[in-house]
């Protein structure tokens, strides 16, 4: 038999011809009659009860067509991919950029000032803007079930009792940075009603995801509610939640007209999830030789006011703390807690990028401290065929990073003068 | 002045949800001129998953890739594939598909077999042509499909994959997270400008463990825009957040590498075959990231001699942790 | 407001409208005139998703009214292909795998026009420079900068070819 014919070959992409031609239909691009331009009102305070939405006004404004708020919801007011905890339209917000009320209407301008004029009674709560306040056993509880969502742990060997005897111990202290996707295409959607069936089409990285939760948030069986991804301009784990899918979805049951709805980058911004700011106590021990004797890790992640991708970002930063390296005594804590700031969720990598500073600094500083080239130290720790993992697993299939680290050592020594052969 | 420095580092990463099940489904149908149809939920949001689905499809069939037409993503149409996330979709949806595929080549094969009265095993498709053995049969598989539907037969295959992982036990953490994992080795070269506090980064060396990379352009081009991504992590980009509000929720304040921010990245696809995965694929997406802020960060410490805990290393912050030494 | 009459040439056809003067150039060309491949990122000409040749010199859309666009002429991503054929960047484009998600890409290859047009040997560092208002958010730019020097090289053969 002859080689592969497709597999192993750089097959131009299928969707690339209408890409360079300015033809791929992206959300922005969908071009409607009769749409209606969907907006929400967005809270300006991080932590308070909604008392009271006064529409009145803006009712009156010609052009509006209707104003939702959480009294509106037909299902169940709460959505998320792990935890269902936040709310389409909410009744307590818990962070500035939370949706009140969600305006239709004939055009854009008209939407925009109609969210000038809706009127808010807040009673407001004390805000928490950092997780060791939300940690404080007194703290305000910004979801019922307190303020520490999930605590994923990974225990093996006995790590407390090495660290007292190992012969280097390293230990310090990392912090990471909340980062913005910034896909160039914003979240963007359309909705109408064909044939009985609610069908939305939308930039997203989980259709099938969506539709669970704008049926169960619309009240609607599953198999009345079509989502379409449309051409997506960019995702990196931002387009995995919910974002304006239960907004088109309830204004076109409710209105039976198409509608429309476009973050622009500052609701892009404001509204959708960031990477986690993560908060990384190290420690790690060594012997004479470089070899890794334990490590313990605490982790803290903000997960602002809801829960996203959040404990599954926790608890893959908890997996992958010890980096692709064998160490038999592993002590691991990683806490996702809740704050009144911005959410947090999925970004490339899940926690994993964070870890990596930490741990991978943690390498370089115990080559230093034993005299040992960061290239050598990671060579006598990598995982092999046979290795056991922090979660017991043994490795007993592809595991190539001994291959990458000597072939990236190899190339960059080709291609970095600079990188002298001492450091070999 | 202005010093260089070399920093490494290594990434592991779980293919797949956390100890959790993230089953993906596909159909396909051949159709009666000898053409396909996969249907799978997969989003391609910019990736390549759906040319990559389609590769392994045409492989499978044993037919030309032009002949095969993804449908991708639609709830009415596709079945779940879950999220295009966990760098999953080439190891998981890529296994649906050619599932899906392998089932319904099985019943063309089973037709050719009582056809040419040749056992199935021996028989395979390539290029659309009927093979036994080592060679052509002159039989295309046109033919077949053909001798299937004045039969009645129809040639549908459905096929589903779900990671083989565990739970975790709650207090140890114990079990089978994923199925498979990705590696990668980065090494950067740095220039750090000790009286601006600009970091220039020149070289990114970046090898890559993905398993059989189904399409190795692709793949390269995660590796890229992963370094480029890393290289924002680590020197630009932080969403400043004052009293629960974001500083500044723009792109003329929050900045992202633009062509002249990037460095040149050498990337290095290494096979290590992965026998659970589709044609030996695991995946590439995240890990492309993964390593590049920490090899960046290991490179200024290695040109300053002072290492910092806290990322983006900032001008502003470089500047103050020289000026504190 | 008074209308405003715009007259302009978009992709070669004269344009004749009356239009609102608060209008950006991108809202006509994309909700007027239908040519969606212009894209807005940002609305505030940091991304160049929006980017458009306006006589000559590429421009951010976006920050363009449309009474300045009168009596120019605009190219857009939709007018670069000639009778049914690529043009040479959108070729190489697709062959060097500079497209993911497509959203810069309209905006990308007409910076690189604009390059190309007017230096058809560029440096990898003027090639950089270029783009460098165009964000991409996927690639990391260097398949970019290889689709480019490849559409470059092949314009130098081609303009040999034509002189030989």
Sequence with gaps: MPDYSTIGKSIQRIDGIDKVLGKSQYIADIDLPGTLCLKVLRSDVAHALVKKIDVSEVERIPGVVR????????????YGIIVKDQPALTDKVRFKGDAIALVAAENEEIAKRALKLIKVDFEKLPP????????????????SRGNILTVSKI????????????????????????????????EGGVAYIENGILVIKVSTQNPHYDRRDVARVL???MNKVRVIQATTGGGFGGKLDISVQCFLGLAAIKLGRPVRMVYDRQESFVATGKRHPFFIDYTTAANKEGKLL?????????????ASYGPATLVRAAVHATGPYEVLNVDIDALCVYTNNPISGAMRGFGTPQMAFACESQMDLLAEALGISPVEMRRRNILQQGSITATGQKMNKSVGIGKTLEAAWEKALQVMPGLGDERR | MKKRGYGIANMWYGIGNTANHNPSGAFVDILDDGTAIVLTGCADIGQGSTTVLAQIAAET???NIEDVVVVAADTEVTPDAGATSASRQTYVSGNAVRLAAKNAREQVLAKASEELNIQAERLSIYQGQIWVGDNPSGVMIKEIITQCRSEGVLTLGHGSFDPVTTKLDSETGQGIPYATYAFATQVAEVEVDTETGIVEVKKIVAAHDVGKAINPQNVEGQIEGGCSMGIGYALLEEVVVKDGE?????MSTYLIPTAMDVSE??????????????????????????PTAAAIANAVADALGIRMYELPLTPERIIATIKRK | MAEFHLEMKVNGKPIVLDVDPGLRLLDVLRDILHLTGTKEGCGEGECGACSVILNGKLVDSCLVLAPQANGQEVITIEGIAQNGELDSLQKAFLEAGAVQCGYCTPGMILAAKVLLDHNSTPSRLEISKSISGNICRCTGYTKIIQAVEIAASRIATKEGADHA
């Design chain 1, 128 to 143: 928490i803007y950092d997780v060791w306040t939300a940690l404080k056993e007194d703290a305000p509880a910004i979801h």
């Design chain 2, 61 to 63: 069939l044993g037919i």
């Design chain 2, 265 to 290: 990245v050498y990337p290095i696809i290494i096979e290590e075959y992965e026998a659970s995965g589709p044609y030996g694929a695991k995946g590439v997406g995240e890990p492309a990231l993964v």
């Design chain 1, 155 to 186: 225990k093996k060997g006995d790590a407390e009792a090495v660290l007292n005897q190992a012969e280097v111990v390293v230990s310090r202290s990392y912090t990471t940075q909340r980062v913005e996707h910034c896909y160039i295409e914003t």
């Design chain 2, 246 to 250: 974001i500083q500044g929720p723009g």
């Design chain 1, 219 to 221: 009240g609607l069986p």
């Design chain 1, 294 to 306: 334990a490590v313990k890790v605490k982790i803290v992640g903000d997960t602002g006011a809801y």
């Design chain 1, 67 to 78: 104003i939702f708020t959480h009294v509106d919801i037909p299902g169940i007011n709460g």
